[in-house]
């Protein structure tokens, strides 16, 4: 959609290399390590050789290429801001007519601004709800919710001494984040790892302030596999938290928080927690399995649903022995009617290259995120296929 020109991104002398620019919440240290040695600077990115390419099978991709000139905007989720960064400069490294200006600042944030049209996309970890989409202008025609990303939610934590993975299950998890278990060396705690020391020291919990998709996702599984959650804080991007507990903004916020405070214990995404070299529990799935988060894990989880929408989007908790419980998709909000056909046009063709093999999907796996499965690929298509110009023709074409 149309920005007002009061919200036009700045236009400076790195336009002139076509570098993505990225604002937001972001440290640059987090950042350098999402760009690892592709970075050309502190706040970029390349794609180049790392999975992008210039030439594909898809009709679709190959086409996606050759976009329209634009300066797109977009806010809203830090989950899949690593991503995004490294995505969207290999793509402008591949069309240098486009620039993409994406800022983390959260899914709620996002949302608003989605909402208030000042971009042309927001990103969030959870689904606009019907009242979310009831408060979008009605020259929108409707929203439209593209899966753009799919990754973990660890439980990372910072505990002096203890160099293993510990184990830890739902109920466990709800208790320490609800602060009736409080030390580390608490007799639930230590029957789930037999042989490790655990210290005789207090519990730092670390929680997301802003309003979140990750928040979403990790209260989803708490209240999935503890009733004393569901019946408590519940599930949202925003819930009650106890008052001993820390609140931090964004992935990148929680991350420093446990890096910086001994014997914390934290919710963070796996790409964060990766580029942190933290070290995360190893939890309980549905099958009683302890599975640690990684790739294949996630991937695992998101195996056993493979009908997700919009609108029925929850994977935690998911059957099966190699599943990593607390996983979730993230979620590109887009105007079904564009106002203007060259920059709907261009704004589509960069988030189908986004959401495919052989586009944005090959920077995730060296990020710490999972490749969007082949039907969550066709969903993602299917739905961009359905955004159309302000006389109604289909923006999308090979």
């Known amino acids: 959609m149309s920005v007002p020109p009061s919200h036009q991104p700045v236009r400076t002398a790195s336009r002139n290399r076509r570098r993505l620019l990225v604002t937001g919440v972001l440290s640059a240290g987090l950042l350098l390590a999402a760009c690892s ?7 970029t990115t390349t794609g180049g050789s790392s999975g992008a390419t210039a030439k594909s099978a898809d ?26 960064t490294k995505a969207f400069y290999a793509y402008s490294a591949l069309n240098q007519a486009v620039t993409v200006n994406y800022q983390a600042v959260g899914s709620g944030a996002g949302i608003t601004a989605f909402q208030g049209g ?11 709800t019907a009242a979310d989409i009831a408060k979008v202008p009605a020259s929108y025609g409707g929203v439209l919710q593209v899966p753009d990303t799919l990754g973990g939610v660890t439980l990372s934590y910072n505990l002096p001494g203890v160099k293993t993975g510990l184990h830890l299950d739902g109920p466990t998890i709800s208790a320490i984040f ?30 997301r302030s802003d309003g979140s998709g990750t928040n979403y996702i990790f209260t989803d599984y708490l209240s999935t596999v503890s009733p004393a959650w569901a019946s408590g ?62 790739l294949a894990s996630v991937a695992a989880d998101a195996s056993q649903d493979p009908n ?41 063709q960069v988030l189908d290259w986004m959401t495919h093999t052989g586009g944005g999907q090959d920077q995730a796996p060296s990020l710490g995120y999972v490749p969007l499965p082949a039907n969550i690929q066709a969903l993602a298509r299917t739905t961009l296929l359905q955004v159309t110009g302000p006389n109604g023709a289909v923006l999308l074409t090979k």
Request: charged share 10%; no cysteine; hydrophobic share 40%.
């Open 59 to 84: 009709p679709y991709l190959a086409a996606d290429l050759k976009a329209g000139a634009a300066q797109l905007t977009g806010a809203g989720s830090t989950f899949v801001q690593p991503v995004f």
């Open 178 to 207: 609800l602060g009736t278990i409080a030390k580390w060396n608490d007799p639930a705690i230590a029957k789930l790892n037999p042989g490790v020391s655990l210290p005789d020291q207090p519990i730092t919990t670390v929680h």
């Open 233 to 294: 804080p519940g599930k949202g991007k925003s819930v009650t938290w106890p008052a001993s507990s820390v609140g931090s903004s964004g992935n990148s916020g929680v991350a420093a928080s446990v890096k910086s405070t001994p014997y914390s214990i934290g919710y963070v995404e796996l790409a964060y927690a990766l580029q942190n070299n933290f070290t995360f529990a190893a939890v309980k799935n549905a099958a009683g399995v302890y599975v640690l988060p990684t």
């Open 308 to 348: 997700v929408t919009s609108t029925n989007f929850s994977i935690v908790n998911q059957p099966g022995t190699a599943s990593y419980p607390i996983a979730g998709y993230s979620w590109a909000l887009i105007a079904m009617k564009q106002p203007n056909d060259t920059s709907g046009k261009t704004l589509v």
């Open 118 to 128: 000042t971009v042309n996309f927001g990103a969030s970890d959870v689904p606009m």
């Open 37 to 43: 040695s592709n970075s050309s600077s502190s706040t």
